[in-house]
């Protein structure tokens, strides 16, 4: 049975990913539509990738551990980091192949950590 329960968490953890990812991508394409079609400035873009990956994360940690009942700040945490290195995995092939840690990167680790951790939280908390 114990092999179930952490099976069961693992693509409970799975799903908040997904989550996250199909909130970013619906989000994202709204934005880039707004960005082609009105006069929002491009300098808009950066902040608005920080911000919804931050919200991604945390609907998809709070998605992940609602119904866990314990160690939501671990599950949570779990949800950012996979979340962000598949991003930083995509982004650095797309880029072709550049595998740089910046400071963006630094800052994009921080916030899955950061908004994984409370999402876990409230989570396990509200569910």
Sequence with gaps: MEGFEKNNIFL???????ISFAF??????IFSSLLTYTRLSESLI???VISVTGISILAGSFFATRKV??????????VGL?????IYLISSIVNGGNF?????????ILIGILC???GGIIGVNIG
């Design 12 to 18: 409970k953890i799975l799903k908040g990913v997904g």
């Design 24 to 29: 970013t991508l619906i989000s994202l394409t």
């Design 46 to 48: 950066q902040p608005v």
């Design 69 to 78: 009942g314990k160690n939501g700040i671990i599950k949570g945490i779990a």
């Design 82 to 86: 996979i979340y962000i290195f598949l």
């Design 100 to 108: 740089a840690l910046t400071i963006g990167s630094i800052i994009m």
């Design 116 to 118: 994984g951790a409370i």
